[in-house]
């Protein structure tokens, strides 16, 4: 393990937004909107050109314009209205923020660690996910799939992070939740750490002063 500044064991972090920092549940904007037989049925995972298609199809940098164009060639114009809500309606799906990652983000800036955010997401939900958790503003600037066109785990996404942000790769942690973006992460050189909870990540990031 790296030795950085103060008690932290890396000098930079760079975190993924959902499911790390984010508790984002997608059925929100749509509950109470639709019958929960039609909510189950616009995210079944089963469909090839379900929301989980058109999810990671925005985050790649499709308008919502194309998405819900698309949508409909595939669904018809009914069930695409249901998307059509959920755009209206999606900041509701930014929940909360992780339990327990508002005071390590704290933690590590207090030590003088740099923070930064990767994450496969659209622009609009970072804007609005900064606006709604304060916190999120300790991270310095997030590089963001939609405006690069190119997602996790492609190490072109991660290479540009490092310029961008100028860190050097050896003392620069990067965590999220899925195994394959974070072994992504330690191929081009940074330590790819798998977020399972906050006390597990504030273990590997601050050793030291895991008792908080």
Not at 9 to 30: G, K
Not at 160 to 183: L, Q, S
Request: contains cysteine; proline residues 5%.
């Amino acid at each position: 393990m790296v030795k950085g500044m103060g008690k932290c064991a890396y000098t930079d972090v760079i975190f993924d937004y959902c499911d790390v920092l984010l508790d984002w549940r997608p059925r929100l904007p749509l509950d109470g909107q639709y019958p929960a037989g039609v909510v189950d049925m616009f995210f079944d995972k089963t469909d090839e050109y379900g929301f989980d298609y058109y999810d990671a199809m925005s985050d790649s940098g499709w308008s919502e314009e194309r998405v819900l164009a698309d949508y409909e060639r595939h669904h018809g114009p009914a069930v695409a209205w249901v998307f059509r809500v959920y755009f209206e309606r999606q900041q509701l799906s930014l929940y909360d923020m992780i339990d327990g990652m508002p005071t390590l983000l704290r933690d590590l800036d207090a030590d003088g660690v740099r923070l930064w955010g990767l994450t496969n997401f659209t622009a609009k939900y970072v804007h609005a996910a900064r606006e709604k958790f304060p916190w999120l503003r300790l991270l310095r600037d997030t590089v963001v799939s939609s405006e690069e066109r190119i997602r996790k785990p492609d190490p072109m996404i991660y290479r540009r992070a490092i310029e961008r942000f100028g860190v050097n790769p050896a003392t620069t942690a990067f965590v999220d939740d899925k195994a394959y973006n974070a072994e992504a992460a330690t191929a081009v050189g940074l330590h790819g750490i798998r977020f399972l909870n906050a006390a597990q990540t504030r273990a590997r990031l601050l050793p030291e002063n895991d008792h908080r």
